[in-house]
């Protein structure tokens, strides 16, 4: 079963507009994560919040974790053409070592 | 891609051959992990090790098995490979011991049984 759902499961907006995507999990967790997949290409690290942090940023992207109502949001600010791809959240529910995956928001930015 | 690797890329097979899957790291991390992807269903966890000849099951693991005989290379096994079968293939790799189990993954294997 899926731990983590994302919402919307597509987006599409314009260039230089900012993305939100949302994240739902189940169970209590260690930390969530957020990975982007372009086309056709494995999965890539984009940051980790740990479940005693609130909030986080790297560069145009900006995390926040509420374990009160098992959620996390992923905006990225400034969208550009190459943010283009699928973004999953990731829970450490079952145990560090393994993650369960959301199903994923396809994100579209169009010039 | 983090120094792993995935063959082949592409396969196509029929119902009831055996397939093997190969995953290749040269990062000496300790997991390795297969998925599996499908439209609607996200990345799913087939098999995972956590060390040479350590191996445990994951949410999907019917119809698989895996193997690890080395620290870099994690096998993934279809004994008679089924239509259901079809899919997008990934392994990651993870050093757990170093932190949070942030995971690198390979470029995949798209595999299609007919």
């Known amino acids: 079963s899926q731990q983590g759902e994302e919402d919307p499961q597509a987006l599409s907006i314009q260039e230089g507009e900012n993305a939100t995507m949302n994240c739902s999990y189940k169970?209590?967790?260690?930390?969530l994560q957020w990975y982007r997949q372009n086309s056709g290409r494995g999965l890539v690290h984009l940051i980790l919040?740990?479940?005693?942090?609130r909030e986080k940023h790297s560069g145009r992207l900006r995390v926040t974790l509420d374990t009160s109502k098992k959620s996390s949001s992923l905006l990225i600010t400034a969208s550009r053409a190459a943010d283009t791809a699928s973004y999953f959240c990731?829970?450490?529910?079952?145990?560090?070592?393994?993650?369960?995956f959301g199903q994923g928001t396809r994100l579209t930015i169009n010039p | 891609d983090a120094g792993i690797t995935q063959s082949p890329r592409h396969k196509v097979t029929e119902t009831g051959t055996p397939v093997t899957l190969r995953c290749h790291q040269t990062?000496?991390?300790?997991?390795m992990y297969w998925y599996r992807q499908d439209p609607g269903h996200g990345l799913r966890l087939i098999h995972y090790?956590?060390?040479?000849?350590?191996?445990d099951k994951g949410e999907v693991s019917d119809g698989y098995s895996v193997s690890r005989s080395k620290t870099e290379d994690f096998l993934l096994t279809l004994e008679s490979a089924t239509s259901s079968q079809t899919s997008v293939y990934f392994c990651?790799?993870?050093?757990?011991?170093?932190?949070?189990?942030?995971?690198?993954f390979g470029p995949g294997t798209r595999l299609t049984v007919l």
């Open positions: 990651a790799i993870s050093e757990f011991e170093r932190g949070p189990a942030t995971q690198y």
């Open positions: 169970t209590s967790i260690n930390n």
């Open positions: 919040i740990r479940s005693n942090e």
């Open positions: 990731a829970t450490d529910a079952q145990g560090a070592q393994k993650l369960v």
């Open positions: 990062e000496n991390h300790r997991y």
């Open positions: 090790s956590y060390g040479v000849k350590d191996t």
